[in-house]
């Protein structure tokens, strides 16, 4: 039974990147999860997405580059001020300016820097490295 569905997401992933798969398939296909995939292949963790059937029902095809040494999801989803980003930075990445976290903000989805570089707060769901 499924309670989290970006957790398990993120945990194909990690999983599939470990054992050497050059994909993998991600169910179901929720507006979060696409807004993180987005954000992830923006930085280069993964390749070109795909979301297949509609959004709720349907799956998201990932293609993996081997570029992520570890990934998860944050939880609880705790809340981040603006300056409290390099805090968190500490906790969750092995080094300063060495992965990012992903953050919900009024808005929109997007990295800590984006986050920082606007000048807003908002809730960690996850991060990558």
């Known amino acids: 039974?499924?309670?989290?569905?970006?957790?398990?997401?993120?945990?194909?992933?990690?999983?599939?990147?470990?054992?050497?798969?050059?994909?993998?398939?991600?169910?179901?296909?929720?507006?979060?999860?696409?807004?993180?995939?987005?954000?992830?292949?923006?930085?280069?963790?993964?390749?070109?997405?795909?979301?297949?059937?509609n959004r709720r029902g349907g799956s998201v095809r990932v293609k993996l580059i081997r570029h992520i040494n570890d990934c998860g999801v944050i939880k609880p989803r705790f809340p981040v001020k603006n300056q409290d980003f390099i805090q968190w930075e500490k906790r969750y990445l092995p080094s300063r300016g060495f992965g990012l976290l992903v953050v919900t903000t009024p808005q929109g989805v997007m990295s800590h820097e984006e986050a920082k570089d606007k000048g807003i707060g908002g809730r960690l769901i996850a991060y990558a490295y």
């Open 1 to 53: 039974m499924r309670h989290d569905p970006l957790n398990d997401a993120i945990s194909t992933i990690k999983n599939a990147e470990r054992t050497g798969k050059s994909e993998c398939m991600l169910k179901p296909a929720t507006k979060l999860l696409v807004s993180v995939l987005h954000i992830f292949q923006e930085n280069g963790y993964i390749g070109e997405y795909e979301v297949e059937g």
